[in-house]
């Protein structure tokens, strides 16, 4: 058909109604709530400072258990399904559980490689990264180690990470995003100079912690990991590895136990020794204190400076 075939009036009103057309796909892409779906708690934390309540934010992975080995559900395909935008902390911290979601959800506005697929873990230097695979020695760190966002001042980088993802994919809250973003920052930026005030106390101290999930905290805060109960990252402890840890736990000030692990190493330890055990919160959520991802980093500094 060609153009000629219409009057005038039939082209002004063909090009009133695409008009039309774009502007009702444009409005109502976000006539609902972008739907923001992060792997854990501590992420929609910082995500939903900077959303406010524009956004439904959802985290799949609850506080309490091991966040390496979350037990897949079939509503996290749901939630997936229906997501615009989903955050990682990456560093194959959700290798073990959150590819086959992904493949099930079959959702192709989440998938890597596209905007609404952000991986937290390429905006931090990683540590431990190692220099040849080791998961044979069932290390589950074979990317460094990927528990990067429990020293707090990386939480204003993956802040900005995710402020910025937010204005690509929802860039109508450009004004929204930025406001939040900015006074989040300086609110926790506060609170850092707090925390480090605070931690001062146990610089240059020892520590032994089950998992290697502190030891950017304790790099942060100058203070010596003695050793882990585990003797790989993965791999439950054996007594021949605690009878060795008690060689070296003569300089140890404090146990750091996580909440999801066996408490019952930490407790011998602690008894043999007379040495504190002190459980952390690992994720927004893992104790009751730790309600958000200011009271997260209260809790931790908190516990560990008391
Ligand atoms: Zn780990």
Do not use: M
């Given at each position: 058909m060609k153009y000629k075939n219409f009057s005038k009036i039939q082209l002004i009103l063909i090009h009133t109604l695409v008009l039309l057309h774009l502007f009702l796909i444009n409005t109502t892409v976000w006539a609902k709530k972008p739907v923001i779906v992060t792997t854990y708690q501590y992420i929609a934390g910082i995500t939903e400072q900077i959303t406010g309540n524009s956004a439904t934010v959802i985290a799949l992975?609850?506080?309490?258990?091991?966040p390496h080995y979350i037990v897949p559900k079939p509503s996290y395909i749901a939630k997936l399904r229906n997501a615009n935008l989903l955050i990682i902390n990456g560093a194959q911290l959700e290798i073990g559980w959150l590819p086959q979601l992904i493949r099930q959800a079959n959702n192709p506005a989440i998938i890597t490689g596209t905007k609404g697929f952000l991986d937290l873990s390429n905006f931090v230097k990683k540590i431990d990264v190692p220099t040849a695979l080791s998961r044979a020695m069932g290390d589950v760190h074979p990317e460094g180690?990927?528990?990067?966002?429990?020293?707090?001042?990386?939480i204003p980088v993956l802040a900005k990470a995710i402020y910025e993802r937010l204005c690509t994919i929802v860039p109508e809250n450009y004004n929204l995003y930025s406001k939040n973003y900015t006074t989040f920052i300086e609110k926790f930026n506060a609170r850092l100079t707090v925390w480090d005030a605070q931690m001062t106390k146990v610089k240059g101290k020892s520590a032994i912690e089950y998992?290697?999930?502190?030891d950017y905290l304790l790099i942060r805060y100058g203070i010596h990991l003695a050793g882990t109960i585990e003797p790989v990252s993965g791999i439950p402890p054996a007594s021949k590895h605690i009878a060795k840890l008690e060689n070296t736990i003569?300089?140890?000030s404090f146990i750091l136990q996580d909440v999801y692990h066996p408490y019952d190493a930490a407790q011998y330890l602690s008894q043999k020794f007379s040495i504190p055990v002190i459980v952390l919160p690992?994720?927004?959520?893992?104790?009751?204190?730790?309600?958000?991802i200011f009271s997260l980093f209260d809790a931790i500094v908190g516990r560990i400076t008391q």
């Open positions: 992975a609850p506080p309490q258990f091991d180690n990927p528990h990067f966002y429990l020293d707090p001042h990386t998992h290697k999930i502190y003569y300089t140890v690992h994720d927004v959520g893992a104790t009751s204190d730790a309600n958000d």
